[in-house]
């Protein structure tokens, strides 16, 4: 069984800084794309940003130049770098991941339980 495990969130001043990590574990054949979403309240999740083969990226345009994400294939790790905090930013992080369970399984969706950003004066 395939479990994202998230930590590194927290409460944060506007304009500064957390890093978000998320460690795929279990049976794991081959990892796709890994990747972060939010939710804030009373709004749908969006994305955040992520990661292809733990090489290509892509970014919400609202966080592009402020967050960066990194991957460590080898730890099957995703992170997420997240400075210049906005109260915008404010949500449930998750981490999603586009994982084959084993050689005879097709690519599936898994996520993490979610940590809290807060970020206030």
């Known amino acids: 069984q395939v479990q994202l495990v998230e930590s590194g969130g927290g409460l944060v001043q506007p304009g500064g800084s957390l890093r978000l990590s998320c460690a795929a574990s279990?049976?794991?054949?081959?990892?796709?794309?890994m990747g972060w979403y939010r939710q804030a309240p009373g709004k749908q999740r969006e994305l955040v940003a992520t990661i292809t083969s733990f090489v290509s990226t892509n970014y919400a345009i609202s966080v592009k130049g402020r967050f960066t994400i990194t991957g460590d294939s080898a730890e099957k790790t995703v992170y997420l770098q997240m400075n210049s905090l906005k109260p915008e930013d404010t949500a449930v992080y998750y981490c999603?991941?586009?994982?084959?369970?084993?050689?005879?399984?097709?690519?599936?969706?898994?996520w993490g339980q979610g940590t809290q950003v807060t970020v206030s004066s």
């Open positions: 279990g049976s794991i054949f081959s990892i796709n794309t």
């Open positions: 999603n991941g586009n994982i084959r369970p084993t050689l005879w399984d097709i690519f599936r969706d898994y």
